[in-house]
């Protein structure tokens, strides 16, 4: 027996067939649009038409970050640094960027990527968001000139390596801490065993020294005297105006200020920010 549709069902089928194939179409070209366009460019320019290198640190601030590491929240002086010399040599970047929101991180990522940007032949401006703490302090003031809002919070240098003791609460859970290290000094800060009056004096004394060496950057990059930078230098963090007041920053601000700046800065050419 033969089964034969009718031309009702023969329309539909050939309707939903071209619907398919659309459907199909339309799927096709938003996959290669995903893998070729990494992003919508907020101004309508293409990518390749922003001439400001926008390099962002935000989060907490380490030397290197390792792909496996479960970092959401942190930068690290490795990239920016990359980051800073690729727009030095791309003849297409008129001026570099660090946007910053962090509290701080690594003294020595912070030094250099503050070294980075005193390097650069190119205009380089830090604009401060809610943060600029700290390390992240320490690097904005390598910069040319920092922005910040009159709402941020900037500042905080000083220098910590404090952490919790847990002997005492070992000792009550009826755990023992067996120091098995060759070196007089190699177990050193272990949270498991309280330190002694020397060991925290030998750590004092390290601290000081990035103590002086955060102190006497800031002073340098920011032509400010040493002695004044001292009477800051409690760790407080203070606002953006009276972070203007003492000079730790050049001006209140935020990105569109900070594009009017480099425009007048470069002459008058038009400038893009890379988002």
């Known amino acids: 027996m033969k089964f034969y549709l009718s031309s009702k069902i023969k329309k539909i089928v050939k309707i939903t067939s071209i619907v398919i194939l659309a459907v199909t179409v339309i799927i096709f070209w938003v996959v290669v649009s995903c893998l070729f366009i990494d992003e919508w460019p907020s101004n309508n320019k293409d990518k390749s038409d922003c001439n400001v290198a926008n390099i962002k640190l935000y989060g907490d601030l380490y030397t290197y970050v390792k792909e496996t590491d479960d970092c959401k929240d942190c930068a690290s002086s490795e990239e920016v640094v990359n980051q800073i010399r690729d727009a030095e040599a791309n003849n297409d970047i008129k001026a570099i960027l660090l946007t910053i929101d962090s509290t701080g991180g690594n003294p020595v990522a912070a030094e250099e990527i503050a070294n980075t940007l005193k390097q650069a032949s190119k205009p380089t401006v830090a604009l401060i968001r809610s943060s600029g703490d700290s390390g992240a302090y320490f690097a904005a003031t390598g910069a040319e000139r920092i922005f910040a809002s009159d709402m941020s919070d900037v500042g905080s240098i000083g220098i ?32 498991d065993k309280p330190l002694t009056d020397e060991e925290k004096k030998m750590i004092l004394n390290d601290l000081q020294v990035g103590y002086d060496i955060f102190i006497k950057n800031v002073a ?7 002695e004044k930078v001292k009477a800051l230098a409690d760790g407080n963090s203070m606002d953006g ?35």
């Open 160 to 191: 910590t390596s404090s952490y919790v003791d847990n002997s005492k609460k070992n000792q009550k859970d009826g755990l023992t801490y067996n120091s098995l290290s060759l070196g007089k000094y190699k177990d050193t800060g272990n949270p």
């Open 220 to 226: 340098n990059n920011r032509h400010l005297d040493i």
């Open 241 to 275: 105006q009276k972070a203007l007041d003492n000079g730790l920053i050049d001006q209140l601000g935020s990105l569109s200020d900070v594009e009017t700046y480099l425009a007048n800065k470069i002459g008058g050419e038009t400038l893009y920010v890379c988002r």
